[in-house]
């Protein structure tokens, strides 16, 4: 940062220990929003993971839990289908047995009529015999419906003896489709009941994968907010360290005369040529969450592009910030009666040292993706008597 266009080399190396000592840089007192630590950069990354492998296992877990629950309905519903089946059996065996127990009914009365004819003779010739020997047509008419009676009887057991067998036969067929039902049933039954156990195992599982990626993003979440706290730190300390640049700056501007009066655009020469990356301006810093300004221009700089001075000045100072990485401050004077200076932040390497004068357009260092950055690029701040200013209306 600009300290006045000259600086002994005294004050340039004692505002060089400070730096030093300071944990780290930034412009303003939230420094650069679109960057954050390395450590805060990973956990994010790494809570970001943790929340997508999360949402990712609850939706497995939601099929598995729902495949489950289908299959315990459907388990539900073969066993009511199979405890149908079973009782439709044991009414068919009952059935079967009644129809069993009246043909040996059956089969009994035609026995005791048999034995009944065989000790009083054939109905049929008794008939017979009673026309040929009575000589009452009262009772020839008597006797012959006693031996109707007993013909009628006969007929009747074997009619129902034929129909106990059919019913017996018709039974035992449904019997037989009784078993056949109940062993589909008993069948299904038990491959649905290995699938409702093996998604119960799924959806176990899947519930304590959901456990694990609970706990690992919490995990996360405390690595993130552990991060998160030790950049706070480092910005608190730079907000300090930011007041007593900018009370040097004011100091040494108070001292200026002369410089440079006039239109600012074009004044100072562009430091590198690559193009914006990240406009100066406030936003939403994507870590942080919250709403702040982005102090300086991001131009595109491959590592090692030469980095040029953006006018002639003296170098105030070279310093490292765990924030910015390594930063050269210069001071290119007075500009419309205020102190104009420039700085130049994540460098891989210095070209000029403390207390050195340049020209416009000399080399002063090379790009590089220290500090704070997710790749080589240069981040160019503007300060206007200490305070940020967009570079690009210099430019």
Wanted: one cysteine or more; aromatic letters at 4%; glycine letters at 8%.
């Amino acid at each position: 940062m600009g300290l006045g266009a000259v600086v002994p080399q005294a004050a340039a190396d004692d505002l060089r220990d400070k730096q030093r000592k300071a944990r780290g840089q930034v412009s303003t007192a939230v420094g650069d929003l679109h960057e954050s630590s390395k450590a805060l950069a990973a956990a994010a990354t790494r809570l970001q993971a943790a929340r997508a492998a999360l949402s990712a296992a609850q939706g497995r877990l939601a099929t598995a839990q729902k495949n489950a629950d289908a299959a315990a309905r459907l388990d539900a519903l073969m066993q009511a289908r199979l405890q149908a089946a079973e009782h439709a059996l044991a009414d068919a065996r009952l059935a079967l047995d009644a129809a069993r127990q009246r043909v040996v009914d059956q089969r009994s009365a035609i026995g005791r009529l048999a034995a009944s004819n065989y000790a009083n003779g054939d109905p049929a010739l008794m008939g017979l015999a009673v026309i040929l020997n009575s000589q009452d047509p009262a009772e020839v008419t008597s006797q012959m419906n006693t031996v109707d009676s007993l013909m009628n009887k006969q007929t009747t057991l074997l009619a129902d003896l034929k129909a106990a067998r059919a019913r017996m036969v018709a039974e035992e067929a449904k019997v037989e489709e009784a078993r056949a039902a109940v062993a589909v049933q008993r069948q299904a039954a038990r491959e649905n009941l290995v699938r409702k156990q093996g998604l119960e195992r799924s959806a176990a599982a899947a519930r304590a994968e959901v456990a694990t990626m609970v706990a690992r993003g919490k995990a996360a979440e405390a690595q993130a907010a552990k991060a998160r706290r030790a950049d706070l730190v480092q910005l608190r300390i730079a907000r300090q360290q930011e007041q007593r640049i900018r009370r040097l700056i004011m100091e040494r501007a108070a001292r200026q005369r002369g410089g440079y009066r006039g239109d600012t655009g074009g004044f100072l020469y562009r430091p590198v040529p690559g193009a914006v990356t990240s406009p100066y301006g406030y936003r939403r810093h994507p870590i942080y969450g919250y709403w702040g300004l982005h102090d300086g221009t991001d131009f595109s700089a491959p590592c090692g592009t030469p980095e040029r001075a953006a006018g002639s000045g003296t170098v105030i100072s070279r310093a490292w910030s765990d924030v910015y990485g390594n930063r050269l401050y210069l001071d290119v004077g007075q500009v419309n009666g205020k102190n104009v200076t420039v700085v130049y932040n994540h460098l891989s390497s210095y070209r000029v040292s403390s207390g050195e004068k340049v020209s416009r357009g000399e080399v002063i260092g090379y790009a590089g993706s220290t500090g704070w950055s997710t790749g080589c690029h240069l981040h160019f701040t503007v300060l206007l008597d200490g305070s940020p200013v967009n570079p690009m209306n210099y430019l």
